[in-house]
């Protein structure tokens, strides 16, 4: 049976971000976590995989105790089990050292594996490097940004649209994809399947001690990139709040950004005209 | 020679599609103006088949050495073999900076790059900068661009980064420009690449106009109806503008698909956006980050919208944007 592994990642749900203006950084603990909407996407290609062939699929995240919650919703989207690495000694990993503790939990606990499938970006750090740094790191052929999967045989035909490109791509498992979100529209978990995967799920749980990682090799310290400093944009933004009536505020608009506005549409506006307005 | 120059800072030619994607001048733009800031010179690196129109440009555009690997078996990007070569050539000449452009490929090739080198990456960067250490200070985006976080590389080289196109102005073409072109053969113990590419297709040139419009009039769900929608058109005739649109505004058939703004839809990057009747989702405010200037109209003063826009207008999105197309028409003097 194909042996099929989803690394997924937990974020915040940033409709608000959890941004604290009075401190000005990041509020970490934010409660609310989801499955990364890209993940989801990575989760339906290896379930429509499933349907198809029959396959056993292992999800896998790295996070803080809390992520359990998306293994355990991947469990009732139809995953067979959930690895979760977890440890303080990995925390504020960046992508070079998350595909290291990754690549190491894959060897270890899923020899054999036929396919990884990864979301091509995560909604919150953006970066979409841990996919390709996890073919490099498990040393097999992979490809980022793939749209649609077939397999035919060990042979995975890959599509996808690259700068402009539409290319079609193959290569023999084990391989690694990343799944970008233009189809794969992922499903819904049922009540009923989010109960039992709360209740009976096989979710593992494993420290840096059980994949026997070396502390120096993980987590912040050994992390190359150093954040410096973390700001809100929108913060430093002059942001006004217009009130009032529709015609007082399209005056104000034009008032303070008349000349823009004119600018960007390369046509002259006449100033306000006030005997116009005193209608009496 | 006295005083040589040891450091460098390259950058990767993505000449691909090179008449609508013109990143790789712009970061040697960029580059030529970090690189005084640590006595390094400027170099472009770049592989392919017969590209010597793309070493000249490469020279016209601020590139003071080329290294290039000019062999048939590289004609078609190959993100493997790419890396592969790029992960040599650093090995050799020891980098002190490594950019490359954020597009597709750029962001599959240069992870594999860093890990190869076992270095630092930055991704999709829209600022660099040299800081008093001498280190590069890469500004990126997360959070759908809610965030910036300032990253640099202290220990590792080169200090790698993606760039977003667009972030920089490339300079002049200089006919005058010398630089000097250094040929690397291909390594005959080449790995062959486990992906294979087995069709490429260019697609038509795209209609870009809403990616290219100076102002953007986008609308949500907050506009009620189709017919109220259509206000947005109107006005965007006047401003010469183009209309976008949310998910659900498209999913109602107010709006084509192709208007569609957001994670799934285009990322644009007008003067002025105005976003009438949206709640301001990330999926939605990610692809909108670069406009300049956000005028947002919304009922709910605290919706998210209102928290990313310059201008938060708390109003019926309908009234607004009738408004201002009734003062356009008075105002504009043809
Ligand atoms: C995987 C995924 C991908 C997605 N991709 C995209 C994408 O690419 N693009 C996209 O747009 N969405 C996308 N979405 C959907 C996205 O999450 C939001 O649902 C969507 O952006 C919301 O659109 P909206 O703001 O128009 O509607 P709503 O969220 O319903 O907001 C309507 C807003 O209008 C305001 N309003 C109501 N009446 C008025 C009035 N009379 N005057 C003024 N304001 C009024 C309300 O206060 C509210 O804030 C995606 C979702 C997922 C899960």
Redesign the interface.
Known sequence: MLKLIVCIKQVPMVSELPWDSRTNTLKREIADGMINPGCKHALEAALQLKRQYGADITVITMGPPMAEEILREAAALGADRGILLTDKAMAGADTLITSYTLARAIEKECPGFDLVLCGSCTSDSETAQVGPQLMEELGIPGAAYVENIQLKNRTLIMKRESDDFLETLEMDLPGLVTITTRQYAPGYASLAGLQDAFDKADIRKLSAGDLNLDIKKIGIKASPTKILKVYSPSAEKENIMLKGSAKKIVDTLFEKFGDKISGAIGKDLKTHDHEENDDK | MTNKIKKSIWVFGDY??YF??RVTLQLLARARELAPKIQAEVCAVVFGCSLDEYVGEYIAHGAQKVYVTDHPVLKDYN??TY?VLMEKLVKTHNPEILLTGA???G??????V???L???????CIGLEINKDGLL?QT?????????????????RPQMATVRPGTFQEIPHDYNARGRVINIPLPDNLPK???????????PQ?EQRLEDA??VICGGRGMGSKTKFKKLFELAKI???EVGATRPAVYSRWAEHEALIG??GKHIS???LFSFGI?????HT?AINDAD?I?AVNKN?NA?M???????????AN??C???IR??K?????
């Open positions: 691909r599609n609508q994607n993100v493997e890396s597009t597709y490929f962001r599959e090739f240069a992870p594999r860093a890990k190869r076992h270095t630092g990456l930055t991704a999709d200070v990126a985006p997360s959070f759908g661009g809610n965030l910036l976080a300032e990253i640099v590389t202290p220990e590792t690449p486990g992906v294979r590419l087995i069709s490429s297709q260019k697609l795209r100076k102002i401003m010469e503008a994670q799934a007008p003067k002025i709640s301001g989702a990330i999926q990610a200037l005028i003063p998210a209102m928290k990313m826009a310059d201008v938060a207008i708390a109003a019926d009234q607004i009738s408004s201002l003062e356009l008075k105002r504009i003097r043809e």
